[in-house]
């Protein structure tokens, strides 16, 4: 009786796929597992060369010739152990098998016993496991470069090196959201990236991504990750044809607003994998903190240096105070009077820096309490705007720009000379609720010219207020007077919705 028709009733009861080959390589029994595992019915597989039906192309060459070699000389390197190997599905698909081989003799004729277990989701989880460890390693990697003296470019590329052996994907690349959040700027590469990828690098640098455009821009204007499995297919892949088949982008968040987006390519087409996506968030979330205490950073650096500027400031508001007081009065005791009072006014500009701490004030009132604290004339100056909440930090750096423009006007602008005014506005951005456009104009004064020198006076209203702020600050130095203005900056709404907040 032939062996395969022994073995047929063992085929039917265990548990695995077992096929029954003899020397020349034909499948002689096929078990109702194989059938599953490899989709060949057995009326299908039996009579077939195993090496053409179920190994992979890339692998027959090797089969061939370990089946020659032990028909040959009796050698034979597969038996009796437990292998991992890939197998060759019937619709092309090719899956991991675990394979353990065993050699059956009857009457003289042998036959090799092949048992195979599909261990597709064993690899799964295991890549799971591995893929969360990894993730693990880059979050702690990504903490202690936040604590560490690092730029927020050099946190940037670590980031991406760390995804691209995370994800195994050669090609990484990280861009920068313009401050009007409209357009992307390229800032770094993955390392190695100029040598691997100098085409994909190349085309990059000539392309200006603005929101919705492109890869990158997809990302930008939906604030989620973009997956393109076929890049050739997507519509909106503006560099297609520079060897890599698929693409992947994700936004880096910081405080409710995309300030990045990092983008990894593929050689080889790859699905969707949604647990690199999760992965993907949390980086960013991660990336987002180092940029958010990169920027506390510096802002409290300038605030620092504010500090000492401004006793050097206040020194020179005193001693104009001093002559406006004691020039004017027409005796001592009324001009004590005037001079105790304005120098009131300055304490109350400080103490603000420290009584709004942790709640949120009318921006109206700081907007007051500045100029008080500079001794303004409020004759001169007209005040117009809704009632206003700004978070504590923001009050904070609001009064110190209104504190620089009033010191200003007084030593060389409107307020400098008699009859110059100046206007102070403020209003919610159009089309958003969530912001405000502010405003300092000056009229009547000498013309206003731009300094020489950027000063700490100067960082103040322009770096300072747009980290603190969130909006884009302008000065224009104009015949008529000098103009600032900075737009889209945050607030929490009216009284009632910043208490509910």
């Known amino acids: 009786m032939p062996i395969e028709t022994i073995l047929r009733p063992i085929l039917d009861t265990v548990l695995d796929a077992v096929v029954v080959m003899d020397r020349e390589g034909i499948i002689r029994a096929w078990n109702h597992h194989s059938e599953t595992i490899f989709g060949w019915t057995a009326d299908e597989a039996i009579g077939r060369n195993l090496g053409d039906l179920i190994v992979p192309p890339a692998m027959r060459e090797a089969h061939h010739r370990g089946l020659a070699r032990y028909n040959a000389d009796g050698v034979a390197h597969v038996l009796d152990q437990r292998l991992e190997l890939t197998g060759l599905r019937r619709d092309g698909e090719e899956i991991p098998v675990e394979l353990s081989i065993t050699l059956v003799s009857r009457e003289g004729r042998e036959m090799f016993v092949g048992f195979l277990r599909d261990i597709s989701e064993r690899r799964h989880a295991e890549a799971q496991v591995e893929l969360q460890l990894r993730e693990s390693r880059l979050m702690l990697e990504l903490s202690e470069l936040a604590g560490r003296d690092a730029s927020f470019d050099q946190a940037l590329v670590a980031t991406l090196d760390a995804i691209c052996e995370l994800a195994d994907w050669p090609v990484g690349h990280a861009l920068l959201v313009d401050d009007d959040d409209c357009a992307l700027r390229s800032a770094v590469w993955s390392t190695g990236a100029h040598e691997v990828a100098r085409p994909l690098v190349e085309a990059t640098a000539a392309i200006a991504f603005e929101r919705g455009i492109g890869l990158p821009g997809q990302v930008l204007d939906s604030g989620q990750p973009v997956w393109l499995s076929v890049l050739e297919d997507a519509d909106n892949f503006l560099r297609k044809g520079l060897g890599f088949a698929s693409g992947f982008a994700f936004p880096v968040m910081s405080g409710g607003r995309c300030i990045a987006v990092l983008e990894f390519f ?228 009216a009284p009632d919705r910043a208490k509910a907040a």
């Open 266 to 493: 593929s050689v080889s087409p790859r699905p969707p994998e949604p647990a690199l996506l999760l992965s993907a968030r949390a980086i960013g979330a991660q990336v987002g903190r180092v940029h958010e205490r990169r920027r506390a950073e510096e802002l409290q650096a300038l605030l620092l240096a504010e500090l000492n500027h401004r006793a050097k400031n206040i020194l020179a508001v005193v001693r104009a105070i001093a002559h406006l007081s004691f020039g004017s009065a027409a005796d001592l005791a009324t001009a004590q009077a005037i001079f105790d009072k304005r120098l009131d006014s300055i304490a109350k500009a400080n103490e603000i820096l420290h009584a709004q701490s942790g709640q949120a004030a009318l921006l109206g009132d700081i907007v007051t309490e500045a100029l008080t604290g500079c001794a303004a004339p409020f004759e001169r100056i007209s005040i117009a705007g809704p009632e206003l909440c700004i978070d504590s930090s923001t009050s904070i750096t609001v009064s110190l720009a209104v504190h620089e423009l009033c010191t200003n006007a007084f030593k060389y602008g409107a307020l400098s000379v008699p009859g110059g005014t100046v206007a102070l506005r403020w209003n919610e951005s159009a089309g958003d609720d969530t912001r405000f456009d502010f405003e300092w104009v000056e009229r009547g004064g000498p013309a206003a010219v731009a300094p020489s020198r950027k000063g700490f006076g100067m960082r103040i209203l322009q770096r300072a207020m747009e980290l603190e702020s969130g909006g884009k600050a302008e000065i224009r130095f104009e015949p008529a007077g000098l103009n600032y203005r900075i737009t889209g900056a945050r607030h929490r709404g």
